[in-house]
């Protein structure tokens, strides 16, 4: 027998999640009371905003937990680190390797966790697809313990492969209410197969009490929009589904659009979607999330900035233009300058440096071949951050675009007064003062056939748009 905090640091020990010191001696009566529809509505599910937990669920208890878990195995270190291997074996499918690590931890560790090795037994038979044996065996160590909640939910596991939903629903919450800070798969694995089974109800009972636990998981939240739309529960599916997005754009993203919900329910997830994908390097899918979202009638300032550095990106300069446009409308002012390293065009080196749409928008002047218009919007960024070294050197390529190589050296020598080593302007003076190492003419003259070279009056060819 093991105390409740012993069991905490084994499962601590062996990487699942533990509760907190005051959670693991806290009675549960609200837990232990959980049942479907107990908060007394129709398809509600458990009413777990009653549970007296402290808000700072699910933060490990590392020193209690170890100190009892060093008292309660004695010498068994050894032993508890070839479970572990065993499990790790597992995870990565070399089951016949944890069949070895399993026996070997058999040998040594002490009788009163021998279950959890038999636990092990009954788990691998789980993932041969072995499930009468599965059952066997977790049956078998849950009448020698009670306290083995994995067991049981390995029961529970095996009646949702098996489509038995009603018995995996009631084995899992049994198996939660003795534990109920596992691991996530506990819960996102069998709401899963309650979806795909159509137990969009039993499902969402189980993503509730899984969304108290995880309270920022994305896979919790997207499970629960995809069961909440099932039941025609639109609105909390939306909400669900934002939430989603919210915490991990990039990830949602290729599963989104089989939600199928309405445009404008779920239209700030496609802002969010295009800020994550934009984050990724992926310009191309968030400049459709962005698309997305202003069909579906958004028009944040800040989805115009995104939208304009992902069509610059592309290259595709007119539309960055059209939405930096409207973007620098509201610099300063509601959005902020953004902080980056940037890869520098023609070198291999990152930057820090600062910049916003209005900065970026004098950049896709320039590449759009209009240096006249890129440079108004440069001295109208210098005017508010005069030290902002790309614009003071992108002043330097919309003087040299305009065939003025003495105003685009003094622009460059600016530019290192303030950073001596910015590798774009060290590179745009040595092209300026060395005219044989000129990848691009500083007069108009007419490009080889074929070899593609920038037009005349843009800046050298080692400027490549600043990918922000």
């Not at 958004?298 to 233009?321: D, M, T, V």
């Amino acid at each position: 027998w093991i105390t409740p905090l012993a069991a905490a640091g084994i499962a601590l020990a062996l990487g699942f999640a533990a509760p907190t010191a005051a959670q693991a001696d806290a009675p549960t009566p609200g837990l232990l009371s959980l049942a479907p529809g107990a908060c007394g509505a129709p398809g509600c599910g458990a009413n777990i905003a009653t549970v007296p937990y402290p808000a700072d669920i699910g933060r490990l208890v590392e020193v209690a937990a170890k100190k009892e878990l060093a008292i309660s195995l004695g010498g068994a270190g050894g032993s508890v680190a070839t479970y572990k291997q065993a499990w790790k074996l597992i995870a990565s499918g070399k089951l016949a390797g944890a069949r070895r690590a399993l026996a070997s931890a058999e040998n040594s560790i002490p009788p009163g966790l021998k279950w959890l090795v038999d636990d092990g037994y009954g788990w691998l038979a789980f993932y041969k697809n072995n499930l009468d044996l599965a059952e066997a065996t977790f049956k078998a160590v849950v009448a020698r313990h009670d306290g083995a909640y994995m067991s049981v939910k390995g029961l529970a596991f095996v009646a949702a492969q098996r489509g038995d939903f009603d018995a995996a629903e009631k084995l899992l919450l049994k198996s939660l209410r003795q534990n109920p800070y596992q691991v996530l798969q506990s819960f996102t694995v069998p709401a899963l197969k309650m979806i795909e089974g159509g137990e969009h109800d039993r499902a969402s009972r189980v993503l509730e009490l899984a969304s108290w636990v995880y309270p920022k998981s994305s896979d919790v939240d997207f499970l629960l929009a995809r069961a909440y739309a099932e039941q025609g529960k639109n609105q909390l599916a939306a909400a669900k589904a934002i939430r989603a997005v919210s915490l991990a754009p990039a990830y949602i993203h290729p599963s989104f659009d089989k939600l199928k919900l309405d445009p404008a329910l779920v239209r700030d997830a496609y802002k969010s979607m295009g800020w994550g994908l934009l984050a990724t390097g992926d310009a191309k899918a968030a400049a459709t999330r962005y698309k997305q979202y202003f069909a579906a009638g958004g028009s944040e300032p800040s989805a115009y900035r995104g939208a304009g550095f992902a069509h610059y990106k592309l290259k595709n300069y007119p539309a960055a233009i059209e939405h930096l446009k409207v973007a620098a409308r509201h610099e300063p002012g509601t959005l902020r300058p953004i902080k980056s390293k940037i890869l520098i065009p023609g070198t291999k080196t990152r930057w820090p440096l600062t910049y916003n749409a209005t900065s970026t928008l004098a950049y896709a002047y320039l590449n759009a071949k209009q240096p006249k218009d890129a440079e108004a919007i440069f001295r109208k960024v210098l005017t508010t951050h005069p030290k902002w070294i790309d614009v003071v050197t992108g002043m330097g390529h919309a003087r040299w675009a305009q065939g003025d190589t003495k105003g685009a050296e003094k622009w460059y020598r600016k530019a290192l007064r303030l950073q001596s080593r910015y590798p774009d302007a060290k590179l745009a003076l040595a092209e300026l003062k060395n005219p044989k190492a000129r990848k691009t003419p500083a007069k108009p003259a007419p490009a080889p056939k074929k070899v593609k070279a920038a037009p005349a009056n843009t800046k050298p060819a080692t400027f490549k748009a600043n990918n922000r």
